[in-house]
């Protein structure tokens, strides 16, 4: 089994940052992809971003250029890195890991998610 567990969200001026920590624990290995999604009120939960073992990243575009997924496997941790901040941005997110190609919302393991805001 593997656990998940989001820190790092709250309030932020527009054009500030945040930077998301997700830490794993349990069974993980090098094969896993781990991922990033939010959810807004009254919307569908939506993809952020994505890191693969091997380094590969697929970002949203709505984030592209202004967010970075990092990892520190020592740490055991999947890191979001979010700049420029908008209003737009203000959701719950959520830390997700699978043991192989997910697509979509398809992960096996979730987070509780962390609430970021982002005022005006």
């Known amino acids: 089994q593997v656990q998940l567990a989001e820190s790092g969200g709250g309030l932020v001026q527009a054009g500030g940052s945040l930077r998301l920590s997700c830490a794993a624990s349990?069974?993980?290995?090098?094969?896993?992809?781990l991922g990033w999604f939010r959810q807004a009120p009254g919307k569908e939960r939506e993809f952020v971003a994505r890191i693969r073992w091997n380094g590969l990243i697929l970002y949203a575009d709505s984030v592209k250029g202004r967010f970075t997924i990092s990892r520190d496997l020592s740490k055991m941790t999947v890191y979001l890195q979010m700049n420029s901040l908008k209003p737009a941005d203000s959701a719950v997110y959520y830390c997700a890991a699978d043991p192989s190609l997910p697509s979509g919302t398809q992960y096996n393991y979730w987070g509780q998610g962390t609430q970021v805001t982002v005022s005006s």
């Open positions: 349990g069974r993980t290995f090098s094969g896993w992809t």
